[in-house]
């Protein structure tokens, strides 16, 4: 009988472990599915709501617009027009964006520190998640939602590629501008670009040089699919057919009002600017072509003439590195009269 009873006892002892064995396996499933989901953030949404309770859901999959160049270039412009779009919010420069973006390159390029990093368990696919999250987050929540949401920060283009990878949809707008008048414009406004000498043309021209080459070549790796560079000079003088062009290959629906962005300033869902960007007190005009040629008899005749040489990405772009003046094109109507309106409001105002 005892026995029996020890047999039994055993039996129901098993039962009961095997059980608990069970919950314990169940249990762990549960909060390694759990922490699983709570470590992938890129498959998260950030749902947001506009003023007329309309919510937004985006995600590391929608098709954000990256716009970029060296600065100077015209970015402010090119955003201010998208921003007039009713569908369309890029608002002010984050950045924080690029610096972010320097900082995850600066990593990888270390082996040292990758090797620390890996160890460490902070993996490139973990960095990857966090900046997905964190460029999203901050392109999100800087500004009102919007159908299509838009970042500009001209040093962002550096890391074209790699922002592709993180966000698969998204697309890139190189602006292109004569370097010459690029340099000229940060020298006269004083513009302080890190690592950019603002006394000396030469050096400044050096440095558009290699800046220009990065972008362009990272713009050329994502693919003409996905990154267009647009000309400054062909988007003064033809706003219209630029335009065009942009919003078909950012697959959004035209609209009259990207022509017309100074009537938009600081209207509701309309273009918000920064009172501290540079570029502020030119976007509030109409497209114009004065900017064009101020650089014309302002730069060094040495530097003039190793233009060639010390900036061959000139010639690589399409501009003739000699040519003072060079010959942009003819503007369309509608940029000779805002010009001759823009010039008459300055007149009148000294």
């Known amino acids: 009988m005892r026995r029996v009873l020890l047999v039994l006892g055993s039996v129901a002892a098993l039962m009961v472990t095997l059980h608990l064995a069970h919950q314990v396996l169940e249990c762990q499933q549960v909060l390694s599915e759990r922490r699983h989901r709570l470590m992938r953030p890129e498959n998260e949404e950030l749902v947001m709501m506009d003023a007329n309770h309309v919510e937004y859901r985006y995600s590391k999959d929608m098709p954000l617009i990256f716009i970029g160049g060296v600065p100077r270039s015209g970015t402010t412009l090119m955003r201010a027009m998208l921003d007039a779009h009713p569908e369309v919010r890029c608002g002010e420069e984050t950045r924080i964006i690029p610096r972010v973006l320097a900082m995850r390159q600066a990593w990888s390029k270390s082996g040292r520190e990758k090797m620390r990093l890996d160890e460490a368990g902070v993996t490139d696919q973990v960095l990857d998640a966090a900046m997905q999250a964190f460029i999203l987050e901050v392109i999100a929540k800087h500004g009102e939602p919007a159908r299509y949401l838009c970042n500009k920060d001209p040093f962002t283009l550096k890391s074209s590629v790699y922002l592709s990878r993180l966000f698969p949809n998204s697309k890139f707008l190189l602006m292109v501008r004569d370097g010459r008048a690029s340099v000229h414009s940060m020298i006269t406004r004083k513009v302080t670009i890190a690592g950019f000498d603002l006394n000396s043309y030469r050096d400044c021209l050096t440095k558009w040089n290699k800046a220009i080459e990065v972008m362009y070549s990272q713009c050329l790796e994502v693919g003409r699919a996905r990154c267009l560079p647009v000309y400054y000079e062909q988007l003064v003088l033809h ?26 300033i600081g209207k509701p869902g309309g273009v918000s600017l ?10 509030i005009k109409p497209v114009n072509m004065e900017a064009l040629s101020k650089w014309i008899g302002h730069i060094p005749g040495d530097v003039l003439q190793d233009m060639a040489h010390i900036a061959p990405m000139l010639a690589r772009l399409g501009y003739d590195p000699y040519a003072n003046p060079p010959n942009y094109g003819h503007p369309d109507p509608l940029v000779v009269n805002n010009t001759h309106r823009v010039t008459q409001n300055t007149s009148s105002s000294h």
């Not at 290959?249 to 009002?257: A, E, G, N, Y």
């Open 239 to 264: 706003p219209e057919q630029s335009m065009h062009n942009i919003m078909k290959f950012l697959d959004i629906s035209w609209s009259d009002t990207v022509l017309h962005h100074e009537e938009l």
């Open 274 to 283: 920064s009172k501290i960007e540079r570029s502020t007190d030119q976007v």
